[in-house]
């Protein structure tokens, strides 16, 4: 079994630097049989993950200009491409496509999570809120303590508590 504690800022914010870790774990996990059971918590008193970092979103998303919808699916394949491997990754990292190429790695990291034969746990310590509801989501069980929120999203784009 591993822990993994998520440790961001005073805010319990997700950031660019956490995204890597995470996709390195999950990724490790999946491939290592040995391991069989992956806990993730928070460390700030009272959030598990409070919400992506937005600076990380407002640089990383605002380089890219608005385009319509086929250059958007021409530019998420490419990002799919780039993160492939470590080589491409970095390479990404260099251009304004690192934005993209987190996001599908996000992505592919959730889906990883939901679809392994390693158990995921998501031991929620505080408030789950954005992209720490959607790695909770992804986790195999969710265990909260007493008085904890979990964002809840219907269909229509409306959040809950």
């Known amino acids: 079994m591993l822990v993994a504690r998520f440790i961001g800022d005073q805010l319990g914010l997700f950031g660019r630097a956490d995204a890597p870790g995470l996709f ?3 990724e490790r996990a999946d491939r290592d049989p040995d ?3 992956v806990v993730f918590t928070g460390s700030h008193p009272g959030r598990f993950i409070s919400h992506a970092d937005l600076a ?3 640089e990383d998303g605002s ?3 608005q385009v319509g919808r086929g250059v958007t699916n021409a530019v998420a394949r490419i990002a799919h491409q780039f993160g492939r491997n470590k080589l491409t990754r970095w390479v990404a990292r260099k251009t304004p496509l690192t934005g993209a190429v987190q996001l599908d790695l996000m992505h592919e990291t959730l ?3 939901s679809t392994s034969s390693t158990i995921f746990v998501a031991a929620l310590n505080g408030s789950v809120l954005g992209v720490g509801a959607e790695i909770s989501w992804a986790c195999d069980l969710r265990l909260m303590a007493a008085g904890n929120l979990l964002e809840i ?3 229509d784009g409306t959040h809950h508590s």
């Open 63 to 65: 380089v890219i200009p």
């Open 56 to 58: 990380w979103l407002r």
């Open 24 to 26: 390195d774990l999950v």
């Open 153 to 155: 999203e219907d269909g």
């Open 111 to 113: 889906l990883r999570m």
């Open 35 to 37: 391991v069989r059971v």
